[in-house]
């Protein structure tokens, strides 16, 4: 016997969450909840703005669907499906059939958009592999070149990784490259997307020595996993990619590749939260995931995330807007 049912949630954002060009002020999404034999498992479906080409209303559509072909014991196609509800649904059944293990990689790499002292304190109360991000490219690329240097000065044993989301020409990308010492280049665990060319991405990588990841190329039409000089990481947003199955192929790719392999936060809740930190001790134990976007939210939703002192919003408070 199966039945499903589907909530929707609303849940307020810290003040100054910016996507692109749009403030977030409230994250929308649907929580799933699967029935199977006195069994019960969930999953977060959560289209982010300016990222998912599918809105919120055209995935809770389309879940209505899939759950009900679920329920019915159809074979399901979650390859044609949106990518948040392919990720959505593909975690609850595998939570379901006790697939994805329990355990959970909670460490994350301080994400630091702000003031570096704020990063400084953070990574000195590290235990072990010291891992930080910086988001750059957002003010002048100089003052992102003399910030990242000065930390890779200040904490010469951190890996430091920095996203400057395509923000640079060839020229911004240089004037960042020139400030940062070459004896500290290696101390750069990678430089997601310098530029809006991946050529130009690439190119850089090669005239520099400082290695760079994907992650909006990894969502390009025709993207295929390689090995390239220069290129360390790809990033795996599973909310924007797909299934368990589709991360999980993405992720051998890469290993195959030789390169790492980044399972990161596309804003989900605490409870979509929790399941990526599990999928990234299950499928990329030794790398930290880039999951440090609990901060961005004012409350938690089911589950709560370790450490994380904000309200927990219980699944009773949601809406329930379909169930079979
Ligand atoms: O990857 C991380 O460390 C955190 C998540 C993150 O950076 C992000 C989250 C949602 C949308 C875009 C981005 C981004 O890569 O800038
Ligand atoms: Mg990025």
Redo the contacts with the bound molecule.
């Keep these: 016997m199966r039945s499903a049912k589907l909530f929707q949630y609303q849940l307020p954002m810290d003040s100054g969450v910016i996507?692109r060009d749009q403030r977030l002020i409230t994250r929308e999404g649907w929580v799933i909840e699967l029935c199977q034999d006195q069994q019960r498992a969930y999953g977060e479906i959560a289209p982010?703005p300016e990222?998912s080409l599918e809105t919120a209303t055209e995935a809770g559509e389309q879940a209505q669907q899939i759950l009900s072909q679920w329920v019915a014991g159809e074979e399901l196609d979650l390859d044609a499906a949106f990518p948040s509800v392919a990720f959505g649904i593909s975690c609850a059944i595998a939570e379901l059939a006790a697939e994805l293990p329990e355990t959970g990689n909670y460490l994350v790499?301080p994400?630091c958009s702000g003031d570096p002292d704020d990063l400084v304190v953070r990574l000195n109360q590290m235990p072990g592999n010291k891992v930080a991000?910086i988001?750059v490219g957002m003010y002048e690329a100089v003052r992102d070149g003399i910030v990242a240097n000065m930390l890779l000065e200040a904490i010469p044993d951190m890996q430091l990784r920095l996203?400057a989301?395509r923000q640079w020409t060839p020229l911004k990308a240089q004037q960042f490259a020139k400030y940062i010492k070459p004896e500290h280049r290696s101390g750069i665990a990678f430089l997601?997307e310098p530029c809006r060319l991946p050529s130009d991405s690439l190119a850089f990588a090669q005239q520099t020595g400082i290695n760079i990841a994907w992650?909006e190329t990894v969502r390009d039409v025709g993207f295929e996993v390689k090995a390239e000089p220069g290129v360390a990481a790809i990033?795996i947003?599973p909310t924007l990619i797909g299934s368990l199955a589709r991360c999980i192929a993405l992720i051998e790719q890469a290993h195959a590749a030789g390169l790492t392999a980044v399972i990161?936060?596309?804003?989900e809740s605490s409870l979509g939260l929790n399941q990526l930190a599990r999928l990234a001790q299950w499928q990329t134990p030794n790398v930290i995931p880039?999951?440090?976007?609990m901060q961005l939210f004012q409350v938690q939703l089911i589950q709560s995330w370790p450490d994380c002192e904000l309200p927990v919003v219980p699944l009773s408070e949601l809406d329930m807007v379909w169930h079979k």
């Design positions: 996507l982010l990222f790499a994400l991000k988001k996203d989301n997601e992650d990033i947003k990161s936060s596309s804003i880039g999951l440090d976007t």
